[in-house]
């Protein structure tokens, strides 16, 4: 069982840099998949990056977000850099054992945080 809080979301302009974390409970947390989803009114949730083995974005975001993880503090962060109206939405941590795009690939999740970008 592991247990997702994420923290770090806020009120940005558009250009500016967020740093965003997940806090996980759970002895097991270096054996998981981490990964980032966002969900936007109206919308999907969709898949922004995930950390196992390799690294995997999205093409909306890649070269703009870096997801990187601490085992030791069992904390997983998602740099977000050069931020557009676009980003705005709640973004979810998730953990699984496969890196994957589905939310189906994932087993657990965090209750969410919300991100908006000005324009």
């Known amino acids: 069982q592991v247990q997702l809080v994420e923290s770090g979301g806020g009120l940005v302009q558009a250009g500016d840099s967020l740093s965003l974390s997940c806090a996980a409970s759970?002895?097991?947390?270096?054996?998981?998949?981490m990964a980032w989803f966002r969900q936007a009114p109206g919308k999907e949730r969709e898949f922004v990056a995930g950390?196992?083995?390799?690294?995997l974005y999205a093409d909306s975001v890649k070269g703009r977000f870096t997801i990187s993880r601490d085992n030791a503090k069992k904390t997983v962060y998602l740099q977000m850099n050069s931020l557009k109206p676009e980003d705005t939405a709640a973004y979810y941590c998730?953990?699984?054992?496969?890196?994957?795009?589905?939310?189906?690939?994932?087993?657990?999740w965090g209750q969410g945080t919300q991100v908006t970008v000005s324009s």
């Open positions: 950390y196992g083995r390799y690294s």
């Open positions: 759970g002895r097991t947390f270096g054996s998981y998949v």
């Open positions: 998730a953990a699984g054992r496969v890196v994957g795009r589905g939310s189906s690939d994932y087993d657990y």
